[in-house]
């Protein structure tokens, strides 16, 4: 059932409004738990679209073998999206850097509070986040090291390719994510593919992997497949940035294991028929990032290389 979570008035007789899907098990059963997949704080970020899509879909298909409740927010960031700009436009803010919101502050972080209030007492909640125009993703769960222990055997039923576990950083604090674990509501944050773009395999496999995760947690009978056995990092993660300007061409696949001093492409220049850098692999591992957007200038991260982790 669709709901609007929130309103704000807007110019010319204009309303931003919040809306949900809120899915429950048919009537007669009970409505188990509770969990909250959201997308679109990020206006430019798309992905998530799609895997909402896929979700609504499956969950429809077989409503009898619903036993929680499904909430669905599309476009937490409805603005952004609109306007295909990653922040709130006219407040100039990252949506993601002003949570949990405030009842009584401007109308961004009133309607950050109201979000998220919203969402307050689920069980679980999602957070699907793609990549910047400029880097692709494999699909991966993000999570701090202060909730890795609660966190990381959830990740594990997400069908991810791997999960990361960083240092907790201050400004994760005003994230979502921070957020809802400090209130009590165990929240995953997904990164994968690439921002203004749409990849349907990525979409899929973490369509499978949200469906087998309420599987585990008793809250839908139907069958999903096995979900794959990612890679449990901790940090161990080779950064390669460009040490000249010109066109970044990849030699090497997405996904692909390589190992070190493998070719991973070249920095061409287009004005002398050069290679200005042999770009080379620092060290062995899972290539998980890698330049989709061609144009780059010294320093501009190029690829990342998961180097250690752990695997099931």
Not at 162 to 183: D, G, K
Request: aromatic share 6%.
């Amino acid at each position: 059932m669709e709901q609007v979570v929130t309103s704000l008035g807007l110019a010319v007789h204009e309303d931003l409004e919040l809306y949900k899907n809120h899915l429950t098990p048919l009537p007669g059963k009970d409505r188990g738990k509770r969990i909250c997949i959201v997308t679109g704080i990020h206006g430019d970020e798309l992905e998530g679209q799609y895997v909402l899509y896929l979700l609504n879909r499956r969950l429809k298909e077989h409503p009898e073998w619903l036993r929680g409740t499904v909430d669905l927010y599309p476009a937490l960031n409805p603005l952004g999206i609109n306007t295909v700009r990653r922040g709130v436009p006219l407040f100039d803010l990252d949506m993601n850097r002003i949570f949990p919101g405030a009842a009584d502050g401007p109308a961004a972080e009133y309607f950050a509070h109201e979000a998220i209030e919203d969402m307050r007492g689920a069980d679980f909640a999602v957070d699907l986040h793609a990549s910047n125009i400029f880097l692709r993703e494999l699909p991966q769960v993000r999570i701090s090291e202060e909730t890795a222990d609660a966190l990381v055997p959830l990740a594990k039923q997400l069908n991810v390719d791997f999960v990361w576990i960083h240092a907790a950083a201050t400004v994760l604090e005003s994230t979502l994510a921070h957020s809802l674990n400090a209130m009590g509501t165990r929240c995953l944050v997904v990164e994968m593919g690439v921002g203004m773009r749409l990849t349907r395999e990525y979409a899929e496999q973490l369509t499978d992997g949200i469906l087998n995760l309420m599987h585990t947690q008793g809250m839908w009978d139907g069958e999903t497949p096995p979900p794959r056995k990612p890679i449990v990092s901790k940090d161990e993660v080779a950064f390669i940035n460009a040490d000249a300007a010109g066109i970044f061409v990849p030699a090497v696949t997405h996904n692909g294991h390589v190992r070190k001093g493998d070719i991973l492409g070249v920095i061409a220049d287009p004005l002398t028929g050069t290679d200005k850098q042999i770009v080379t692999a620092p060290a062995a591992g899972l290539l998980f990032t890698l330049r989709e957007y061609p144009v780059v200038y010294p320093g501009s991260l190029l690829a990342r290389i998961l180097t250690g982790g752990e695997q099931e």
